[in-house]
């Protein structure tokens, strides 16, 4: 018996096509976020938990995002599109 709780976890994903490379979601989650030599988004690899203090610049990073090429995914669904 018992109530079992998932913890969710998520994971930024870039659209290449829509990002303008101009770098500011590496200024809004630079724990998150680096960029390449030509100001591109590297989007780090790790899952992001539910309750990650990242989790809160990943949102701003997904809002603060100028081209809208930026979104926050649960890790299942992220994997499901690959
Ligand atoms: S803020 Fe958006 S458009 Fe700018 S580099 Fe990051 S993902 Fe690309």
Redesign the pocket.
Known sequence: MGVKRRLAAFHLE???I???????????APEL?A?DEW???IITPEPIGASDPALTSARY?VR???????RLERVKDAESRR
């Open positions: 870039v659209d290449p829509a990002c303008d490379g101009f770098g500011h979601c590496h200024e809004l976020v960029l100001g591109y988004p990073a603060g995002c100028p081209r809208q090429a930026l």
